[in-house]
């Protein structure tokens, strides 16, 4: 809280306040943050992961901020890996995230194949792993052919490169079973 509010709120109890509420005051009521508009940013969200604030608002022609009211507020949603996903996780997805295999060495490693549900909310290793050290090799060249030149890329990698994808997941999802933001 700032030092200029702190002030306002003495003065204001020094003149008789006795509420922290904020008291009632003329204007238009918000007509945004309806059950309709609650449903239909919802239903936008399920579609595409990935969509913005600002996309949502203009399909939708309500303020920004209502969006973010509803979005963060109403739903539980937070941006996560420029995905919206439930603040919350299930016990069940916090019960497997415990129980993922501690890394063991690299000559014995063995990965397990875990049940990943469609809309789990978890890390996929493309999301950090994968795709920021292919667009570091894609920056700044010009070429014709991007199949090619990712396909090129691909095959030049580290036999342990995806392996060390999937173990690095490890640390973001620690702390029982929710999620650590780095």
Request: glycine share 4%.
């Amino acid at each position: 809280m700032s030092m200029t509010q702190v002030y306002q709120w003495c003065s204001w109890f020094k003149d008789g306040r006795t509420s922290l509420q904020d008291e009632s005051r003329s204007g238009r009521p918000n007509t945004a943050n309806n059950d309709w508009n609650t449903a239909r940013v919802d239903e936008l969200i399920k579609v595409d992961r990935r969509v913005k604030l600002k996309e949502i608002s203009l399909k939708l022609d309500i303020p920004k901020t209502n969006v973010y009211e509803i979005v963060h507020n109403k739903h539980g949603y937070r941006k996560l890996s420029a995905r919206w996903v439930p603040k919350m996780l299930s016990d069940e997805h916090k019960h497997q995230s415990r129980n993922l295999p501690n890394p063991a060495p690299v000559s014995t490693r063995r990965l397990d194949i875990i049940p990943h549900p469609a809309h789990n909310p978890d890390l996929a290793p493309s999301d950090f792993h994968l795709f920021g050290p292919l667009k570091r090799h894609l920056e700044g060249k010009k070429f014709e052919d991007v199949i090619g030149e990712v396909r090129d890329w691909l095959s030049k990698l580290d036999a342990n490169f995806f392996t060390q994808g999937i173990y690095s997941l490890l640390p973001r999802v620690a702390l029982h079973g929710n999620y650590i933001e780095k």
